[in-house]
């Protein structure tokens, strides 16, 4: 098994040789796919890993997504009624003495991020407009964090689907899972396998 030291070197060797022709996606986009178990430990790591890809060269724009969920949550000219519904389930479950059911919240939630497989307007702003900031580099590239704040609404793959075809930099995803044979992931490591990825994966 790969240590994270490990498999950021095979992330700068790779950016350094480009894609592998073999690659089933046609855009340099990869994921550095690590246990959920080692989610704090990435954490602390990130900021080294930045400073080391700049020191090679690269320019390093990152985007956070537990920053770009919460703008999107914050944003939203409906969420002064999600919280009067939140406080009301919440002293409803009080009242009966029962667990909080949280899947109506989270429903209303993922709904606002993803509506029938389309993504917030909002949030694609975000992402394209780090993209641009990268692209706009001779030598730039994107980073993308904190993928654990999707989690129950999101899954990764819709970003990346909604990237192709638009990325002419390196994108590179850490990713909390696990790999699934050669193409599929699962998403922290309890999501079903998805082979629904076009991406080089380390790990």
């Given amino acids: 098994m790969q240590s994270l030291k490990d498999k950021f070197d095979e992330l700068r060797h790779r950016l350094g040789e480009g894609r592998h022709v073999d ?4 855009e340099p986009i990869f994921y550095i796919v690590f246990p959920v178990a080692e989610i704090l430990e990435v954490k602390r790591q990130t900021k080294a890993w930045i400073a080391k890809l700049n020191n090679e060269g690269w320019s390093v724009v990152s985007l956070s997504m537990a920053d770009a969920v919460e703008a999107v949550f914050r944003g939203d ?37 993803c ?14 407009s780090k993209l641009r900031a990268a692209e706009s580099h001779p030598n730039g590239l994107l980073l993308l964090t904190d993928l654990e704040a999707l989690h129950p ?8 689907a909604k990237l192709q075809g638009h990325v002419h930099c390196p994108v590179v995803v850490l990713y909390p899972g696990k790999r699934e044979g050669r ?6 490591e309890f999501y079903p396998a998805d082979p629904n990825y076009r991406s080089e994966h380390i790990g």
């Fill in 153 to 160: 609404f999101l899954r990764i793959n819709t970003i990346e």
């Fill in 183 to 188: 193409t599929s992931l699962r998403f922290l």
């Fill in 23 to 26: 690659s089933t996606g046609t």
């Fill in 77 to 113: 000219k409906f969420r002064k009624n999600w919280l009067l519904g939140e406080r009301a389930i919440l002293q409803q479950a009080e009242r009966a003495n029962l667990p909080i059911d949280f899947r109506e919240i989270n429903k209303t939630l993922s709904k606002a991020l």
């Fill in 115 to 128: 509506d029938n497989s389309k993504l917030s307007p909002k949030l694609v702003e975000q992402i394209e």
